[in-house]
Nanobody
Framework: QVQLVESGGGLAQTGGSLRLSCAASGGTFSSYGMGWFRQAPGKEREFVAAISKTGYTTNYADSVKGRFTVSRDNVKNTLYLQMSSLKPEDTAVYYC???????????????WGQGTQVTVSS
């Protein structure tokens, strides 16, 4: 069983940048497809980005394409989300998730982190 801990959230201005990290432990990190999701107050959790086990394949929600970049380091057992050109509508709690059967844009992941808050001021 893998444990996931997000970090790097905080307050940013419109147009600014933040980098989120997700540290994995207790499992073989390279065995999991990884995803980033977010949930704003009063809204459902939504897909942001995902990366395959090897890191060769990525996909993004249309709302973040061209602004966010997902990556992973299978030696450091860490997932990243580089967020640039931030907008107020990016404000949400961001979660990382691990999935045994590769990646999906649905929330059907096996393990979740506790989330990290990202707030973008206008």
């Amino acid at each position: 069983q893998v444990q996931l801990v997000e970090s790097g959230g905080g307050l940013a201005q419109t147009g600014g940048s933040l980098r989120l990290s997700c540290a994995a432990s207790g499992g073989t990190f390279s065995s999991y497809g990884m995803g980033w999701f977010r949930q704003a107050p009063g809204k459902e959790r939504e897909f942001v980005a995902a990366i395959s086990k090897t890191g060769y394949t990525t996909n993004y929600a249309d709302s973040v394409k061209g602004r966010f970049t997902v990556s992973r380091d299978n030696v450091k057992n860490t997932l990243y989300l580089q967020m640039s050109s931030l907008k107020p509508e990016d404000t949400a709690v961001y979660y990382c998730a691990a999935r045994v059967l590769g990646v999906t844009i649905s929330t059907q992941y096996n393990y979740w982190g506790q989330g990290t808050q990202v707030t973008v001021s206008s």
